[in-house]
């Protein structure tokens, strides 16, 4: 008798023991992830951008605050922020708080689809065989979270709204033309609105998107921006050890589901996030980050 139960209560406790893991260890085992870039002219000076993404902030997220107040130490040329920043009413408040100095830096942002749309519960697993793209066509359609307030804060500290804008800033020694789509998962994005080839007399050219979904990519690439950022794919949020990601929750495959990669002519960076959804609070195999991009310059 105690041998028939053995094996199912080892596995209820090992599905335990993991849960826990990775809703109150992982998920606030923040990771800072540096990354070269050899994307600008030869000769020209290094900077550093600061990539943040998917903090999805919720009250109560002490750590997650008190690590996002420790990236200004970092000393960011450029901040680049890649949505889905809060996921509560009353958080945005509290991100702006930990922003902090950072907000005193260049910066710039767009919005994901959580800025606008406060969480509802779904069944985690279903990301295995469809994305949550079809769940906004049924949802509600009135934004019910502060975006806009997020917003108007953000551009008050000389952030760039690169919500289908394009605009450009003085980043260190470098004048920089930024490109952004609004977020394509929410059927948001109007490349239209900023398409065309970019300006050669900039130093370096940045397209900002928070959903990294190929046919933007391709055309952000077309019209000649060398850096690509965004985020959204939590990074696959649960992989398997040894194996990776299994879902990117929108069109890119797998293998580019984070980190520093090529698309086409341009380089691609794809944050895993710093957050999750409060309905689907943990990360496995997959520990919440920021990333810090050195550009250098190309080999000659
Ligand atoms: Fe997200």
């Known amino acids: 008798m105690r041998k028939l139960y053995a094996v199912p209560l080892g596995l209820v406790g090992t599905g335990a023991a993991t849960l826990a893991y990775a809703s109150m260890i992982e998920r606030n085992w923040f990771h800072l992830r540096r990354f070269e870039v050899p994307v600008l002219a030869p ?21 997650l605050l008190s690590w996002l107040r420790k990236l200004d130490e970092l000393e960011p040329d450029l901040v680049v922020n890649t949505g889905d920043s809060v996921s509560h009413p009353d958080a945005v408040g509290p991100f702006l708080d930990a922003l902090g100095p950072l907000l005193d830096r260049p910066g710039v942002f767009v919005y994901g689809s959580n800025d606008l749309y406060s969480p509802v519960f779904k069944n985690p697993t279903r990301y295995l065989w469809r994305t949550s793209k079809k769940d906004y066509a049924v949802r509600r359609r009135v934004p019910d979270l502060p975006y806009r307030e997020m917003g108007a804060a953000l551009m008050a500290a000389g952030w760039l709204d690169l919500n289908n804008r394009i605009g450009r800033l003085k ?32 130093d370096l050219r940045i397209g ?31 992989c398997v050890p040894f194996y990776g990601a299994l879902t990117t929750n929108c069109g890119i495959e797998p293998a580019r589901v984070k980190g520093l990669h090529r698309h086409g002519p341009s380089w691609l960076h794809v944050s895993a996030g710093l957050g999750t959804s409060p309905m689907a609070p943990f990360r496995f195999c997959c520990p919440p980050e920021a990333s810090l991009l050195t550009l250098v310059p190309r080999p000659s």
């Open 43 to 63: 000769g020209a000076r290094s900077i550093k951008i600061l990539h943040i993404s998917d903090t999805h902030l919720t009250p109560g997220r002490a750590r």
């Open 171 to 202: 980043v260190g020694p470098l004048d920089v033309e930024f490109g952004g789509i609004d977020d394509s998962h929410i059927n948001r994005d109007r490349y239209d609105k900023i398409a065309g080839p970019v300006d050669p007399q900039a």
């Open 208 to 238: 900002v998107t928070h959903s990294p979904e190929p046919r933007n990519l391709d055309r952000f690439a077309a019209d000649g921006y060398e850096l690509l950022l965004a985020g959204h794919t939590h990074g696959g949020q649960i």
